[in-house]
């Protein structure tokens, strides 16, 4: 007797989705580094910051990009260098994290994220920051754990807006 063997269900759309390809940004991608980000500009997530200065620090960014060479997401990676008076090491603050809204979901963030922990591994960084004004579940997913400005590299906490109310996360590398 001959049976059939049970076809397994259909996977979901964003399983099916390609890994998205992470590359680093380059100064031409400047201008659509800024179109990424306006959305979250708009929302209050992300700081307004003008082409020339994504020009200026493309390097910091890792991004990934369709078919059509539109830009999916980015996220920077800002290296601070070790202060041995307040007993501290090198570390990464991690910033201007965004993803289009129509690829959230699909692991465009993910890729980034493990993108951005192998590069701050392969600087021997300590430990990587990063302030987010909304829950920071990606990040939690990724052993980041709520900290305080006071651990974080003195410049970048310095910066931070107090009225933009956003949570400090840390991950030690």
Known sequence: MITATPRPAPLPHALLAPTPCVRTARRED???LAELSRPFVRSGALRERPASLYATHAADFLVTQAPDGTLEGCVGLRLHSADL???RGPAGV????CVAGHRQGSGVGASLLRG???RARA???GALFTATTGGG???LRYGFAPTTAHLAPESWAESL????NARILARIL
């Not at 807006?161 to 933009?164: H, L």
């Open 116 to 118: 951005v922990l192998a």
């Open 137 to 139: 579940g990606l990040f």
């Open 94 to 97: 991690v910033y201007n994290f």
């Open 85 to 87: 008076e307040e007993g």
């Open 30 to 32: 400047a201008a659509a």
């Open 123 to 125: 600087r021997s960084l």
């Open 161 to 164: 807006d107090p009225r933009r």
